[in-house]
């Protein structure tokens, strides 16, 4: 089985991967510090996932918790960095692809 893990799976960009991901039969490992929309987000998805919350303005302590999140997955193919941080983040009005 093909094994993701995607950084920033809550919103954006991350969530709409996870869910063509998953549709392609990946496994996948979720990382994102809002625990509510990544619970929600795997239930929505076919299969069973990995989850695991963090937050990157912590940088050592999410690099320590995807380390962990690898090692538990065991062969991960695919690594995706969709989350950020930002000082001057300006308010955007998204409209989600996914129906959310």
């Not at 490992?29 to 695991?52: C, S, Y």
């Amino acid at each position: 089985m093909k094994q993701a893990i995607i950084v920033g799976a809550s919103s954006g960009l991350g969530w709409e991967l996870a869910i063509q991901l998953a549709d392609k039969g990946y496994q996948l490992g979720v990382m994102a510090r809002r625990e509510d929309l990544l619970k929600e987000l795997v239930a929505q998805l076919p299969g069973t996932h990995f989850v695991q919350f963090t937050d990157v303005t912590d940088a050592e302590l999410a690099q320590q918790q995807l380390k962990d999140l690898i090692a538990r997955m065991g062969d991960v193919e695919l690594i995706v960095l969709s989350s950020g941080v930002g000082l001057y983040e300006k308010k955007l009005d998204w409209v989600p692809l996914s129906g959310r």
